[in-house]
């Protein structure tokens, strides 16, 4: 599934490599707390994890890599080539499978199994039904202790990066769109805020255990600043991270994490 453009370019992104590490560190030690979170009260020390659209293996291969089976799911046969490539390089071939197919046709490409976790991480905003998707992952969890890792588009980021750019219409008609969508050449089909997402978990049976901002500055701060200052890089992970939990950067990051359960699971309350 293809990465949402970033439209935050115009402030001079930070640059990629190191700083990949940066867009993805909040998600990637939530996911990492509620794993073992869900290790210890099941008592399965390796888990069956799920990752649709999970593309060449940017969180399966990790969560792999802490002993757990991993099944992605992708309809491009070249990130499924990458995937094996990567999980081959990291020693994990074996915990990992790639399966082609698609989010809402799950259970036709995996069959009727259950996972204990299941990613979803950007992909809800590039299908035609989000809701009919969403069905789709929430019954291929685990009944009573599934856990689900949601990760979408928000429509915040969308338009606080239009309006930095000086695209103050764009920035407007994301703003009042019910898709968060900032006009007819925007790539991405849905945006979402974080009482749409809840209400969507709610609506196919999810309790939602924790929510959290990403990329609320990374996009923002120009590649130089963190490049060139001492400890620059660490101290806006740092920032991310103590932002990613409050709701006023929430509504203004790039994208929305959720974490949530089949049959109110506990799960940390806090990420």
């Known amino acids: ?159 606080l990066s239009r309006a930095l750019a000086g695209r103050f219409t764009e920035a407007r008609r994301a703003l009042g769109d019910p898709a968060g969508r900032w006009g007819d050449a925007d790539p991405v089909p849905h945006r979402f805020t974080v009482p749409q997402l809840a209400a969507l978990a709610d609506e196919v049976g999810l309790t939602v255990q924790a929510t959290q901002g990403v990329r609320v500055f990374a996009d923002l701060v120009p590649g130089a600043l963190v490049d060139t200052e001492p400890d620059a890089l660490q101290q806006l992970a740092r920032l991310e991270a103590e932002a990613a939990a409050l709701p006023a950067f929430q509504a203004i990051a790039g994208q929305l994490h959720l974490l949530a359960a089949t049959g109110g699971s506990g799960l940390r309350g806090e990420l």
């Open 1 to 159: 599934m293809p990465p949402e453009p970033s439209v935050r370019d115009t402030q001079g992104p930070v640059a990629p490599g190191p700083h990949t590490a940066l867009r993805t560190g909040v998600v990637w030690e939530a996911l990492r707390q509620a794993l073992a979170d869900l290790a210890a009260r099941t008592g399965r020390e390796t888990l069956d994890v799920l990752d649709t659209g999970g593309g060449s293996g940017s969180f399966a291969v990790p969560v792999a890599g802490l002993g757990h089976r991993v099944t992605v799911v992708d309809p491009s046969p070249d990130a499924l080539f990458a995937l094996e490539r990567r999980a081959a390089e990291k020693g994990v071939a074996e915990r990992v499978r790639g399966v082609q197919g698609d989010t809402q046709d799950l259970h036709e490409v995996v069959g009727h199994v259950t996972f204990d976790m299941v990613l979803c991480h950007g992909v809800l905003e590039y299908l035609d039904d989000p809701a009919a998707g969403l069905r789709a992952v929430a019954r291929a969890l685990r009944p009573g202790d599934g856990v689900l890792s949601l990760l979408v588009a928000g429509v915040g980021g969308a338009v």
